[in-house]
């Protein structure tokens, strides 16, 4: 989505769309990429609803008392599915004990009880943090790390890796939910039961051009059932 400024506009305008669709006086809300100042933004402002990734639903679902309400599919956001590749290593247990590569390794919780469940903890590993999604592929690519902890998007840029012909998938997480569509407590019971039975319109019609500025592909309702898996691996 570009800069941050940039994306809150986006976030602004489907907010306005958001609005006149639900016939709400207005909406306001924040773009945010760290959880901490999420979390802060949450108790400052007692917003009534959310688009959270799986990870931050999951770590603030209990804390902020969180109500599923739907799910948001996203265009390339990955987080669908995880992989751990390698250049030079032919199974999981060939990683182990050895480099891993990723920029996912600042959720320990998420990734060893949702992710890894019981195939693997990121202390079976040397885990390196490369910070960043391209840095990941190419330091596997490039033999720099013995394997790579990476999710679907990022292996669908594997190809654009010098070197990425030759890293293969060792092992694959089972596919997970899209991102959570949340109410919070503040949000009135009607206003929220009107609400989810318009999210499937958001991205339709008026909505298409401001839910593709977002990266948003599709807003359906759903309920807790959807996440149960993930949620009770994660308690």
């Known amino acids: 989505m570009g800069s941050a400024a940039s994306a809150q506009q986006y976030v602004d305008n ?4 958001v609005a006149r669709q639900n016939k ?12 901490s100042t999420a979390a802060q933004w949450i108790g400052a ?5 959310g688009i ?6 999951l770590d603030l679902r209990g804390k902020h008392k969180l109500e599923v309400i739907g799910s948001a599919e996203v265009t390339g956001g990955g987080g669908h599915q995880y992989f751990v590749v390698s250049a ?22 998420f990734i060893d009880k949702v992710v890894g469940r019981s195939d693997f903890s990121l202390s079976d590993f040397t885990v390196e943090d490369t910070r960043r999604p391209m840095k990941t592929v190419n330091a596997v690519a490039r033999g720099e790390v ?8 990022q292996l669908a840029s594997l190809a654009k890796a010098d070197g990425g012909a030759a890293v293969k998938t060792v092992w694959s997480s089972r596919e997970l939910p899209d991102m959570a569509v949340v109410a919070f407590p503040s949000a009135p019971a009607s206003e929220k039961a009107s609400f989810k039975k ?34 009770k691996d994660y308690q």
């Open 146 to 153: 013995a394997c790579a902890l990476i999710d679907d998007a």
């Open 14 to 17: 489907l907010l306005a769309h």
């Open 198 to 231: 318009t999210l499937a319109a958001v991205c339709t019609g008026d909505g298409a051009a401001a839910c593709k500025e977002v990266g948003l592909r599709s807003l359906e309702p759903a309920g807790e059932s959807a996440y149960a898996d993930v949620i």
């Open 24 to 35: 709400w006086p207005s909406a306001a809300g924040q773009y945010l990429t760290s959880r």
């Open 52 to 57: 959270l990734s799986l990870a931050a639903f």
């Open 45 to 49: 402002n007692s917003p009534h609803y």
């Open 88 to 109: 030079s290593e032919t199974s999981l247990a060939g990683c182990k004990g050895k480099t891993l590569g990723t920029d996912h390794g600042d959720d320990t919780k």
